[in-house]
């Protein structure tokens, strides 16, 4: 399907004659028009749209617009208002949506709580604009991510956005890139990467584990697979197909059997200096092959060093979503949140702005390790706190990342939390053969399958 020209030529002269005085409480006479003219250049027709769609029970929470393209037996979404595909909140001209700006945030919150309403289930996208710029977002299982950087409406390259939108909506990718990062070291990545792969893998979703830590090479080493020299360094340049560096792994569960796939590191990358590496493999080839992947897997994570080189800079850029794991008395794996919200991700999102790449987003903070006494919960909240104070430009960004919920310990904030169980140190060390903590002890499983439900399923 192409977009449609016709709509297009009237999207462009709409935006040639927008009102340039930006006023509160114009989205009914200036925005709305402007995006349902955008919806039907994507070729969602007037059959094809919901004004006011209900995406759950309460009769006020409403979503702006819901759109479907017809079914496969031709069935038109106005006919049959279920299932929608994508959902638009649409905005007045004067709402700042950009991320140093609360207006963003309360913005992505109201588009979240819809697309996780209970009637928008089969929901994959959501569209916010303020009729100046938008945004679209994907959404995976509870994960919603920006699939595009924030875009601007002009009428010179509104046609080269409508085709982009088109394309991103038409072949939705199945799975989510997840890296897994902390600048610290022994906070828990590798743990994290093997245990969530092997719960999401248990719970049916079709898994791959990157080992993008060939210095320590950690997960491969506890899997005990070994890479075929060059191989992965050829599929990276894309000379080689995926299957040729996967490495499977399989546990019997009762009847059932647990399987994952995983990416070993490679040793050919230790004999060489991140300025060799760079020569030949551009930092932007494991995004490129991750996401030709995440064609064919749900999830996908990739476990990271501990430093801010190479392999953690392709691990971060080839990200969806960042989950970043510290614990509450280590100060340093505190500490380096703010370097990685400040320092890091914008570089990142220069780069992957270079390759006309979305950001990516942070999943929230989860707490490894973690055995509450109020006195170390107190002090961490003050260190966290003090973060966000130190940096009012990024205070929105912090407190969306460090807390996400309403209801902890009464101070009205909520971060993740993964216990600390002496059954997943263990494992790695029960002979004869490795078997991740989860498969073996129902305590550790159920430790997982909670930081699941409260980010990435309902299962
Ligand atoms: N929830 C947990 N409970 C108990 N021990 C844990 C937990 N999570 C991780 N560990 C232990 O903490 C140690 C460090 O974990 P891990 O190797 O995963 O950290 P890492 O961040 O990958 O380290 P590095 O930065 O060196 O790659 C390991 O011994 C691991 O078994
Ligand atoms: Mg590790």
């Not at 709305?32 to 006011?52: A, K, S, Y």
Request: charged share 25%; glycine share 4%; aromatic share 8%.
């Amino acid at each position: 399907m192409e977009i449609c020209q016709n709509s297009l030529l009237k999207l462009k002269a709409q935006l040639d004659h927008r009102p340039q005085q930006r006023k509160p409480g114009d989205e009914g006479s200036t925005v709305t028009p402007i995006i349902e003219q955008l919806l039907e250049t994507l070729n969602f027709g007037h059959l094809d749209r919901i004004p006011l769609f209900k995406v759950n029970s309460n009769p006020n929470r409403k979503t702006d617009i819901a759109c479907r393209y017809p079914d496969a037996a031709g069935n038109r979404f106005f006919t049959q208002q279920q299932d929608p595909l994508l959902l638009v909140e649409i905005k007045a001209t004067k709402c700042q949506l950009s991320p140093d700006h609360k207006d963003y945030w309360e913005t992505l919150r109201q588009l979240k709580e819809q697309l996780l309403g209970s009637r928008s289930t089969s929901t994959q996208f959501g569209l916010i604009s303020n009729g100046w710029v938008l945004q679209l977002f994907r959404r995976h299982d509870k994960i919603i991510h920006p699939i595009t950087p924030i875009l601007e409406l002009e009428s010179d390259a509104v046609e080269h956005l409508a085709e982009r939108l088109l394309n991103i909506i038409q072949s939705p990718r199945k799975g989510t890139i997840i890296g897994v990062y902390n600048n610290k070291g022994g906070i828990g990545k590798t743990t994290i990467t093997t245990n969530l792969g092997i719960v999401l893998a248990q719970q049916g979703k079709k898994v791959l584990l990157v080992d993008f830590d060939p210095n320590q090479a950690d997960l491969t080493h506890l899997f005990e697979f070994q890479a075929v020299e060059g191989h992965v360094w050829n599929f990276l340049k894309g000379d080689c197909p995926l299957n040729t560096v996967i490495k499977q792994y399989s546990q019997n569960q009762g009847k059932n059997k647990v399987k994952l796939d995983v990416i070993p590191a490679e040793g050919k990358f230790l004999e060489l200096s991140d300025l060799r590496i760079s020569q030949d493999i551009r930092l932007e080839y494991l995004r490129k092959q991750l996401v030709e992947a995440a064609r064919d897997y749900d999830y996908i994570l990739v476990d990271m060093p501990p430093n801010w080189r190479w392999f953690s800079q392709a691990g971060v850029l080839a990200s969806d979503v960042l989950l970043v794991p510290a614990n509450h008395i280590d100060r340093l794996s505190l500490q380096n949140l703010e370097e990685l919200v400040i320092k890091f991700l914008p570089q990142i999102e220069e780069w992957r702005a270079e390759i006309n790449d979305s950001p990516v987003s942070l999943l929230p903070l989860v707490l490894n390790r973690y055995q509450r006494t109020e006195a170390q919960a107190r002090n961490c909240k003050s260190f966290l706190d003090k973060i966000i104070s130190q940096n009012p430009q990024w205070k929105e960004t912090f407190t969306h990342f460090f807390y996400t919920g309403n209801t902890w310990m009464g101070m009205g904030t909520k971060w993740l939390e993964l216990p600390y169980l002496v059954e997943i140190c263990r494992s790695p060390l029960e002979s004869p053969r490795f078997v991740p903590a989860p498969l073996k002890y129902k305590k550790a499983k159920q430790a997982y399958e909670s930081l699941i439900r409260e980010v990435f399923t309902d299962v």
